[in-house]
């Protein structure tokens, strides 16, 4: 036999080989643990969402999950890290509007939006509130609205992250509005809210988990909700379309993703894996609870869902000028 055939076989046999082990890690998939990387602080509202769904997969495939929150570079060290990890099924990324929009706002996020990771699953819809102290004169957006366009720059955002969906959902309403508030950095929502309590802020659009307790008690004003109907717990409060900023409607949502190239089969054994678990009704009491209900959605779905919110949320940071960093 000649080298050139001997080589072309032995080619052919190791390519054979590869494709049945690849096919036997599909077919025995998942057989170890569950890697689940959150890339903001532990005890955070994405950390609690991605441990209420994932571990019930867990228990459903009867597989131990590992949930590290890898915080830091306004999310870009943990998503950067699944992005590149191995497609093999067994590392998930649980995060939100960031994974979409800062290969925008930075320079070298470490990953391509639309081509570093694929959507598996839709964990929630993040619903948020409009508020204001409630010394503000104020009572509603429009009102809010008209008071910010005699006071250009005057009034100021506390801002929980650039580029977080609370930041996107506010350049959205700023842009429509056609307002300019003063932008004021915080890390995360709380502290945020802490100097909106204490007059210290003056406008900020929060999470509906997060607010609904200090407007019950009289802390925050609510000015108007992001979502398509009014919500349960605040019956007398507007939606966006409700308040006359339609244009500025937009829902948030966190994802859960793995590395582009992971195979067909687990992806979707995936999928199927997240959308029974959002059916589970102990997962919907705990999701309810918190007003951040999950959906069940195929893999075109998610696709779909995906490029939809990357051109939006992309061309709301173009036209909000904010520089790449």
């Known amino acids: 036999m000649s080298r050139m055939k001997f080589g072309l076989r032995l080619a052919l046999a190791i390519g054979a080989a590869m494709v049945a082990g690849s096919v036997r890690a599909q ?36 597989q131990p999950v590992v949930v590290e929150a890898r915080p830091g570079g306004n999310s870009n060290i943990g998503t950067a890290a699944v992005a590149r990890s191995d497609p093999d099924g067994y590392t998930w990324l649980v995060t939100g509007p960031a994974a979409l929009v800062n290969p925008t706002l930075y320079k070298d996020a470490g990953w391509d939006a639309m081509k570093g990771l694929t959507c598996v699953g839709l964990a929630i819809w993040n619903q948020s509130v409009a508020v204001v102290n409630p010394a503000m004169p104020a009572k509603t957006l429009k009102e809010f609205v008209d008071l910010a366009r005699s006071k250009p720059g005057e009034l100021n955002f506390g801002n929980p992250g650039t580029g977080s969906s609370i930041d996107l959902t506010a350049q959205k309403l700023f842009q429509v509005a056609d307002i300019k508030l003063t932008n004021v950095g915080y890390k995360g929502q709380p502290p945020a809210l802490i100097d909106l309590m204490t007059n210290l802020m003056h406008f900020e659009i929060v999470s509906l988990a997060l607010a609904v307790p200090h407007i019950k008690d009289g802390k925050i004003k609510p000015l108007a909700v992001f979502t398509e109907k009014r919500v349960a717990d605040l019956p007398d409060v507007p939606t966006i379309a409700e308040a006359g900023y339609p244009g500025a409607s937009y829902v948030s949502w966190y994802g859960i993703y793995v590395p582009s190239g992971t195979p067909a089969a687990i992806a979707e054994k995936i999928n199927d894996g997240i959308n029974k678990a959002l059916l589970n009704p102990d997962v919907q009491r705990q999701l309810s609870i918190a007003d951040i209900p999950g959906k069940p959605m195929s893999l075109t779905e998610l696709a779909a869902l995906m490029k939809t919110d990357h051109d939006k949320l992309t061309a709301v940071v173009k036209a909000s000028g904010i520089a790449p960093q």
């Open 27 to 62: 077919d025995t998939y998942p057989n170890r643990a569950i890697h689940i990387v959150v890339p903001y602080p532990a005890g955070g509202i994405v950390d609690i969402v991605a441990r209420t769904i994932t571990e019930q997969v867990g228990r459903d495939w009867k």
